[in-house]
């Protein structure tokens, strides 16, 4: 049905038995063939149509209007309805419109719209309608086309994407003839070489040309485009005012349906700048853009160049890894516009100490490295040993004054590599060393330091499955109360034995954990399964006891701690009370800002927070103050000589005041023997923690300790 503005009904459309022509005078056949070949016709140009008679409601579709919806002829019965289930949501109102106005005012209409065919296929149609009126001017039959355009449509659409990017092309672009006649040049062309579309038409592009490439320069730029259809490559071509500039150039052959070039197209990327910066772009990849130094690139080329002579003169020499100690803490705490002015001045310091012949670099962040040559071993120790004492006093930047320290590696040639990576590695390996022995100082490289390297890159190999293949395990150790006098809480204590290596300590895969991200997917387990096995001791004794979770510092930064805590507390129905994370000092330091923030959260949950090792590190009432704790544990270097040592004994002492004038709980970590527990108790200390009460318990062993 149709309805004109008003919703009034005009017509309905249903089949029209009649045929196409007049069968008064023609016989059957003629008819049949007539009716073939319009069909053809039609399907040829893709044009079906239509025929509406207004009185009877009758309406007719040819063939190839069925094939252009998708359908097969006569598969539907030709109806409004029908029609409109194919035409495009969007187009409905338009179609229906311009239909009902042509009939208001007997006039014909043309309209482009969408389709939907059967088979989901987007495609374009032209319709064109005329109306037949009777004597009295009333319109009898409306007759029309369905024009499938999509082909035009999508062409044009493409021309019109084309024309875009040729007329907004930031790129120069010329389109020559066959013969390398300029027919057409862009604005941005335009713009390129200085002359104007006018100036430039049906002249060669060689008119552009500086003299810049030989004759075999284009011999091979012919011979690839005509073989390829493409050429690529850089040249410098001149302007009209004379001045030369360096372009990028693409040139592409259009060829037609019979393979016969039509057209050439060139497009000009202007490279001038960056051709005038190449030798500033060297500078910069060859030098530290802070402080000058060449860089890590240049630096192995330089080292390697060394080796190469060595092979003549046999002249030894050393490489020294330096790593700033405590860069970290200057960046986050002074910012990192006073960490770069420390490092320039760091690497003004140790130019002036090398000596001429020694070659300096910075890798980068606070890694610096030298190739020094020497005779005598011992002028290296003096060098490291001169480069250690140039920090000894406070560097001042910007009216700060800046605490650093050195921590040195050194590897030898040949004995300790004969190639740059060799070396290098070792001499970080050996830097390292010097941070595990206290920072500050120098080590060499020797090959005891060379297999803890191999062992530490087995471990990170093997944590990647350690946990699938369910190789950690949790040990607990009480923790004795002196006012309740009993096991108030314990300890959970992560444990690994590998089937190749056997049991591993902590403190050998924990730092590799850390280094590796390895720590947070651990520390997810640990804190899941000592949460599930307090579950089952509590419910084995009269009165719950606490646990306590040991979390990395990596963990605390990493982004989603807080909520999957929040979510394990949750899922575990523990009550957050008897739950205590223990931090240690370092960990707190390294981001105590962000820690601080995270530890807020995290005591809002009812979870209780303990300083783990007190006394080791950074200790001091500022960050006790900031930090939202509950319990200080007290490093087990002060309780082991506590009954011989009077200075340990003050230090706990003093550590116990402390933390009651903070209202904290204390714990005395590695109590041993009964003098030590005498002390303790003496000393006010709250609870006490191992081998004389207990060593690390399986969780079976801790349920029959505790019954």
Known sequence: MINNH????????????????????????TIKSLIRNLNEAQEIAQIGHWKLNINTNELFWSDETYRIFGLKPKEVKPSYENFFTFVHEDDRSLVNDAYIKSLEDKSPYSIIHRIITKDKKLKYVEERCVHKLDESGNVVKSIGTVHDITERVEHEKELEIASNVFKYSSDGIVITDKNNNIVSVNKSFEKLTGYSKEEIIGKNPKLLSSGWGDEEFYKNMWSSLLSNDLWRDELWDRKKDGSLYAIEQTIICVRDKNQDIVNYIGMSRDITEAKNKEEKIHQLAFYDFL???????????????????????????AILFLDL??????????????????????????????????????LGGDEFVILAPYENLLTISQLANTILCSVKDPIKVQNREVNVSWSI???LYPQNGENYNDLLKNADAAMYESKNRGK???????????????????????????ITNNSFFLNYQPKYSFEHGKTIGVEALIRWIDKDLGFIAPDKFIPIAEESSYINEIGSWVMKQALNDLKIINSKLSSPISISINVSGKQLEHESFYDEARTLLKESGIEPSLVEFEITETSIMQNIDHVVDILKKIKMLGVKISIDDFGTGYSSMSYLKKLPIDTLKIDREFIKELEIDEDSKSIVNAIIALAKSFKLTTVAEGVENEEQKLILDGLNCDMTQGYLYSRPLSLDDLLAFLS
């Open 291 to 317: 402080t000058k130094l060449p860089n890590a690139k240049l630096f192995q080329q330089e080292v390697e160049a060394y080796i190469k002579s060595t092979h003549y003169n046999n002249e030894t020499f």
């Open 409 to 411: 590696g050194i590897s």
């Open 440 to 466: 500050n100082t120098f080590r060499y490289f020797n090959d005891m330091m060379n297999q803890d390297a191999m062992y530490r890159l087995e471990l990170d190999t093997k944590l990647r499955y350690a």
């Open 325 to 362: 100690d405590n860069f970290k803490w200057v960046n986050d705490s002074l910012g990192h516009q006073i960490g770069d002015l420390l490092l320039i001045e760091i690497a003004a310091k140790l130019k002036e100490i090398i000596s001429q012949d020694s070659i300096i670099s910075r």
């Open 6 to 29: 008003n919703d009034d009904s005009f017509a309905f459309y249903g089949i029209n038995s009649d045929s196409i022509v007049d069968q008064s005078n023609i016989d059957i056949e």
